[in-house]
């Protein structure tokens, strides 16, 4: 079991940039595909970027590539989403996630989650 907490999160003006973090506890943080899913009031909820647990394979949603940039510090036991050129669209509770097992957009393969953090892009 991994222990997960959001944070990071904000309001921000549309073409602005926020970093989010997720820290982990747990013995089997270095070893789990982290991943970062979103969720507007009334949407489901979608996937976002994740990473392996070596950081060497990423992959992102269509809707965030070229934008958004997922890494891990495995020594600080975190993992980041970095969010530039920010849309409105990108307004949700954005949730971090660990999984047993290589890269997947499959939220049903994340087993523990985060409490989520909340980012608001205007205009």
């Known amino acids: 079991q991994v222990q997960l907490v959001e944070s990071g999160g904000g309001l921000v003006q549309a073409g602005g940039s926020l970093r989010l973090s997720c820290a982990a506890s747990g013995r089997t943080f270095s070893r789990s595909t982290m991943g970062w899913f979103r969720q507007a009031p009334g949407k489901e909820r979608e996937f976002a970027a994740a990473?392996?647990?070596?950081?060497?394979?990423?992959y992102y949603a269509d809707s965030v590539k070229g934008r958004f940039t997922i890494d891990r510090d495995g020594a600080k036991n975190t993992v980041y989403l970095q969010m530039n050129s920010l849309k409105p669209e990108d307004t949700a509770v954005y949730y971090c996630?660990?999984?047993?097992?290589?890269?997947?957009?499959?939220?049903?393969?994340?087993?523990?989650w985060g409490q989520g953090t909340q980012v608001t892009v205007s205009s």
């Open positions: 996630a660990a999984r047993r097992g290589g890269v997947s957009s499959n939220d049903m393969q994340y087993g523990d």
């Open positions: 990473i392996d647990w070596s950081g060497s394979s990423t």
